[in-house]
């Protein structure tokens, strides 16, 4: 019985594929998202590498301590959802689409 691929070509499109991954990574890293709270009154920038960058207060919200300390927690969240979705899609584009099942690449 013969196999349909070449296990020797299999390194070579391992390696193609990792570098492409890396390459779709690096260029997500590049892209920065807003997560908003409050009406924008928190704002919470994350890359696609899910690094927060920056963040912005309104000077109304500083009024409230517990009001703030849940609107940075809800922008943050909605900021990493975003980037998350930027990661994804790059996912998707690099493996042309296939239906893989959610969580399969721990992103």
Known sequence: MSLP??????????????????EMKAQAATQE?????????V???ANGSLDIVAVQIAEAAMDDREMLEDLLTAATNDALRKA???LEQGMQQLMGGLPLPPGMLGL
């Not at 499109?13 to 890396?22: A, E, I, K, N, V």
């Not at 998202?33 to 009154?41: F, L, S, T």
């Open 5 to 22: 691929l070449d296990p020797n070509a299999l390194g070579g499109l391992m390696s193609g594929f990792q570098r492409q991954m890396d």
């Open 84 to 86: 998350r979705g930027v």
């Open 33 to 41: 998202v807003v997560g908003q709270a409050g009406n924008g009154m």
């Open 43 to 45: 704002q919470v920038t």
